[in-house]
């Protein structure tokens, strides 16, 4: 499990880090959506046929109780609502600032859901280990000049509030139909179908045209960055709970960080700045804080 979540958290931070680098490269972000969210759907198919080597997946949905087909309905819409307020996000703030906020709220959200909805048990390790967590966002947050909140658009600010908690409510939808017995590849098969009739709709009405230049980096990301991450989840979800899973969103944040001095030139510099080490180090404290939380479960 902890090799599983810990690419699925370096694959979504390096979705958001190389769809930062797609924006600045004036990409149109609701084109950008559209790839994203139909790419994933394709996928998703593409892999439940390999995988059964047989087109009848449309029996799953059908047989499936009413409820639990409401819970699709639910998990599409928050999957469209996380994915527009990232990208938009993303543009507005840029990927390390809006992750900072995104997967800084976000370990505790998935908690308390687990809490309220699952029943989970939330022991004084996740506490801890949440409040060292938050504590080392804002000391990162303050560190280097260029994620000063003076910079910060409210607007973005607000994005990676809704994206947090609509990610939150995703995960919960997603562990609650594995428990339900659902294979991972008809969790998937079912989830993106949603965002990707939504994003077609939308770029019908738009004036953004998508430069085939950039379309194979886009897939790459929609393939490594969207499909892989949430299919690896769903494996994680079968064997583990979703307190588990809120442990590793704290490396989502570092690893972003982490990844924009390497792919953006002339950042090292902001690893001299005392306050991002102390940060990243309250970071990992809260990480491992929450790990032996799970140990002791």
């Given at each position: 499990?902890?090799?599983?979540?810990?690419?699925?958290?370096?694959?979504?931070?390096?979705?958001?880090?190389?769809s930062h680098l797609?924006?600045?490269?004036?990409?149109?972000?609701?084109?950008?959506?559209?790839?994203?969210?139909?790419?994933?759907?394709?996928?998703?198919?593409?892999?439940?046929?390999?995988?059964?080597?047989?087109?009848?997946?449309?029996?799953?949905?059908?047989?499936?109780?009413?409820?639990?087909?409401?819970?699709?309905?639910?998990?599409?819409?928050?999957?469209?609502?996380?994915?527009?307020?990232?990208?938009?996000?993303?543009?507005?703030?840029?990927?390390?600032?809006?992750?900072?906020?995104?997967?800084?709220a976000m370990p505790?959200?998935?908690?308390?859901?687990?809490?309220?909805?699952?029943?989970?048990?939330?022991?004084?390790?996740?506490?801890?280990?949440?409040?060292?967590?938050?504590?080392?966002?804002?000391?990162?947050?303050?560190?280097?000049?260029?994620?000063?909140?003076?910079?910060?658009?409210?607007?973005?600010?607000?994005?990676?509030?809704?994206?947090?908690?609509?990610?939150?409510?995703?995960?919960?939808?997603?562990?609650?139909?594995?428990?339900?017995?659902?294979?991972?590849?008809?969790?998937?098969?079912?989830?993106?179908?949603?965002?990707?009739?939504?994003?077609?709709?939308?770029?019908?009405?738009?004036?953004?045209?998508?430069?085939?230049?950039?379309?194979?980096?886009?897939?790459?990301?929609?393939?490594?960055?969207?499909?892989?991450?949430?299919?690896?989840?769903?494996?994680?979800?079968?064997?583990?709970?979703?307190?588990?899973?809120?442990?590793?969103?704290?490396?989502?944040?570092?690893?972003?960080?982490?990844?924009?001095?390497?792919?953006?030139?002339?950042?090292?510099?902001?690893?001299?700045?005392?306050?991002?080490l102390s940060g990243?180090?309250?970071?990992?404290?809260?990480?491992?804080?929450?790990?032996?939380?799970?140990?002791?479960?």
């Amino acid at each position: 499990m902890i090799l599983l979540f810990s690419v699925f958290c370096l694959l979504l931070a390096s979705r958001d880090a190389f769809s930062h680098l797609l924006l600045a490269q004036a990409v149109d972000p609701i084109v950008l959506l559209t790839v994203y969210c139909t790419s994933a759907c394709i996928f998703a198919l593409i892999f439940r046929i390999w995988r059964t080597r047989s087109l009848d997946f449309k029996n799953v949905f059908v047989e499936l109780p009413r409820s639990q087909k409401f819970l699709f309905l639910k998990l599409g819409v928050a999957t469209w609502i996380v994915y527009v307020a990232t990208i938009f996000g993303i543009q507005s703030l840029g990927a390390a600032p809006f992750n900072l906020i995104d997967y800084g709220a976000m370990p505790i959200l998935t908690l308390l859901s687990g809490v309220v909805f699952l029943r989970e048990r939330l022991s004084r390790w996740h506490v801890l280990g949440s409040i060292t967590g938050l504590t080392g966002f804002a000391l990162l947050t303050l560190g280097p000049s260029t994620l000063s909140m003076t910079n910060w658009d409210r607007v973005g600010v607000l994005l990676a509030v809704v994206s947090a908690v609509s990610t939150s409510l995703s995960s919960l939808y997603q562990k609650q139909q594995i428990a339900f017995g659902l294979h991972p590849d008809e969790v998937l098969l079912f989830r993106f179908p949603i965002p990707a009739v939504l994003m077609i709709c939308w770029v019908l009405f738009h004036n953004g045209v998508l430069q085939i230049s950039n379309l194979p980096a886009m897939l790459l990301v929609a393939f490594f960055g969207v499909f892989l991450p949430l299919l690896l989840l769903c494996f994680g979800f079968m064997r583990a709970s979703l307190s588990h899973f809120a442990s590793f969103l704290f490396l989502i944040p570092l690893f972003t960080f982490v990844l924009g001095p390497l792919l953006v030139k002339g950042e090292w510099n902001k690893f001299i700045d005392p306050r991002v080490l102390s940060g990243m180090t309250l970071i990992l404290a809260g990480y491992f804080a929450s790990t032996k939380a799970n140990k002791k479960a």
